[in-house]
């Protein structure tokens, strides 16, 4: 599974405040840090900015230098801003490179399908229009066929497009973990070119014990076909069981990644 | 999930001593500790005698008689010998009843099956012909149906048989576990009221840290559809998981049984 490392994200409170301080040295820690931790990408969210546009521009430039300089992984860049997203593939020298998101919202899949088709980018893509998460499996697909057919006209392939099936709180409605794993076996069916990824914290909303509900949940998701996953690269125990999904879904082997990490001590019961 | 403890099992070292022994105490505690744990069905194997086979239907019947005076839970009956089987179920007070279990050998499917048929009781059946596990989900899907066609004629129904997909180690061939469950996937749709059962602790014959292997590949069967699970329930983590399966696939309303669990202190994370 490829990992994006979430952590380097404004709306986590710690990460906000040292982006708002200039603080280079806890964002360097965390870049450094998720990299070492087996994280293939490294998501970089300089937040909306407190200020003006332009504002948000010249934070995330200087963001995306900082890491860029420390790190050798690609970077996933996260925005909702198309202008901001601009910015920082302007400022980004990697040749690989993953956009981080749209949906089935035309305007933004057009300007920012143009900016992948340009770079030859990545692009997340949930599948969801206006109004929030659907509560259906066919609901989503009607998304990612809008979101397909449109990102064609700008010329963006379908292996450039990563489809995040989206998954709403199981604590809300207990079919939604199914629905997302329905919905992850469907896009690779429909869509065999095209790869799946998601943030796995959503499931758990509102839960007690949410590690092991995460966790649990990323087995399942891999087990239906999760190419990737935007998650903390930090939590070992998560780590541990990312190794033992790619060891069970064939993706390792002979097994030497899982035995590999057991003789350097990185698998935590 | 439905929970089948499989401790009180004579191929267990301290198992077979304590049954060697009579050792009815510890028996007894392992009926109850299961019991308590969660077990839905507590499993009886008293291995194959040390003696002649008088004496292996002498000691199933003092040991189904130990174990059903002191838990309110069915038993599921574990042996290759027909006539051990038919000794514990003379024996068996209860109503409901499983057999552990039948491959597709024709002989023991008309003998085992017919002692089913007489008590209504379910049966474990091992897609596999003579001759070891079969490496191929084509393979075992065969095995399945001659044990399908088998039993129908001795009048076991559908809905009595639990099939076990089977699982070859992860460490020998990195497929293995992915054919396990599409297995599980092909027989929950050709079989739709037939019931899937499995032993989790093959799948990591050969590798260090088990424990996470055994635990993820409980996951991803639950998330195919498996039915059923041989397994320690004294263990708490792999039990917490089981709470988080059921509640993942729609198994558990309201997620009340994971927040009773979380209540009760029960989840290990």
């Not at 092991?212 to 998701?221: C, D, G, K, P, Q």
């Amino acid at each position: 599974m490829l990992i994006i490392g979430e952590k380097i994200n404004a709306s986590i409170k710690s990460v906000g405040q040292a982006i708002s301080d200039k603080n280079e040295e806890f964002l360097i820690n965390l870049a450094q840090d998720q990299a070492e931790a087996g994280a293939d990408l490294i998501d970089v969210n300089a937040g909306v900015g407190q200020d003006a546009r332009e504002s948000a521009t010249t934070i995330i430039e200087w963001l995306i230098d900082l890491v860029q300089d420390v790190v050798e992984q690609p970077l996933c860049i996260d925005s909702d801003d198309p202008a901001v997203l601009k910015a920082a593939l302007g400022r980004y020298r990697g040749e690989t490179v993953m956009i981080n998101s749209v949906d089935a919202e035309p305007d933004r899949l057009q300007s920012v399908g143009r900016l992948a088709a340009e770079r030859q980018a990545s692009l997340v893509a949930l599948v969801m229009k206006e109004g929030g998460i659907p509560r259906t499996v066919d609901e989503r697909l009607q998304a990612a066929e809008i979101i397909v057919e449109h990102l064609a006209r700008v010329g963006v392939r379908e292996d450039q497009i990563y489809f995040d099936p989206l998954v709403l709180p199981i604590s809300v409605d207990t079919t939604q973990a199914l629905v997302t794993l329905r919905t992850i076996e469907e896009i690779k069916s429909l869509y065999p070119s095209a790869k799946t990824v998601m943030g796995l914290s959503n499931i758990s909303y509102g839960l007690p014990n949410r590690g092991i509900v995460n966790r649990s949940f990323m087995l399942m998701a891999a087990s239906a076909g999760l190419d990737a996953a935007i998650l903390n690269p930090l939590d070992k125990k998560l780590m541990s069981l990312v190794r033992v999904a790619d060891m069970l879904t064939n993706k390792d082997p002979l097994c030497k990644g899982f035995i590999r990490a057991h003789r350097k001590g990185l698998l935590e019961d």
